[in-house]
């Protein structure tokens, strides 16, 4: 069983931010310290802390000294560092360029699958494989949630559909007719979900929305010559 | 004369979101379309769309309808889709150990340049380039507080030191001691400046926060054989 997506997963308060933003450094903090360096109440500082120990931003470590009641000592988590984080955008739309600008066909298609692959392995990790599809689905649409990914997934006929509303990196995919995007979604969701999906509908193409359904015959599915889409290596 | 930064820089609100969210195609939107779409009054569609205005997350176009007051059409900007966007946290990790993971040194170090050029090409277009070194560093601080990253202007000596408190994305620098993406805020800031910069201080190296000071000789100032720092083409 996989733990759920957290339901914390509201925007932060900007003063737990702050909070955050004071531990950064990465290393055990204690109470006095955090009160010390805020101007805060010791109070304050500990509803915070319990606040972010509930979105797992945070963890702790228990002081062993003496009798009485335990103390600890707080420390960011790798997804609090995230939330602190500079905005990435500029940086990944300027990653993004360069991949896309790499001369060489075929080394162009294999780092583009395999930064697919890295991301879509995070996603599968969070999947019970062994759950039916269209449960699989649903949950990867809660997790893309919280990557603000707007999706939906509708049962049509058979077999399910993922309905993503709007392009997830619009600044990254719009201004050109170029699929790469497309296709580098077609490759995580088919390495999250462990089936290959296709992309069958798009709104470059001018439908509604991007619908990925699952490759009805994953080798004729796609366009001839092109070897990048729904392949799961 | 550059504009400043906006002064209106806090967070979004999650109702301004919600319109912004419906505009994400990049159509045209009248008043009336967007209150049906989020079913409420056109007053409130109204106060959204002033301080998205006000933003520069959507911009309008007149509407040339006969007599009477002018109407107008609404259209999300580049900016308005970027703020939009997933989170690109994880794309940008993704693309970055895959450009890092790449064996030849001189295409590595080639396209990690690359991109570090292209980032710094968008700040020093927004920065006076006949403005003295400190004043441009002053803006450029501001322009990366906009970004969520944290730095300060220091008059240390007779050269300003731009002083970065925390790094910008620490899942992508920390666990390790490679210094790639320090090299790479290297370039960034140096081609941003119009002047080469140079990591004076490092976390990673156990210093207190990293500091970036004008490169005092270019040629020597860096570890030899690197060849990839503070240099500007």
Redesign the interface.
Known sequence: MKPEPSPESG?IR?VDRELL?AM???ELFGIGELTEELSVTATAVRQRIERLLARGLIDREKVVAGRGRPTYRYRIT?QG??I????????????????L?IEDPELRNR?LR???T??GR?YAAQLDENAPLEERMRVLSRL?KS????SDVISAGELPVLDIN??????LA?GSQDHSMCRLEEQVLSEALGKPVQLSQC?LDGDSCCQFSPAVNSSTANSPGDGTTAEVD
């Open positions: 925007p900007s933003l950064r450094s990465g790798e560092k995230r602190t984080a500079a905005d990435s955008t500029e940086l990944a739309e300027a990653m993004w360029q360069e991949l600008s780092m395999s930064v697919a890295r991301l995070e893309l990557r603000r990914v707007v709007a392009c997830p990196y619009p600044t719009d709104r």
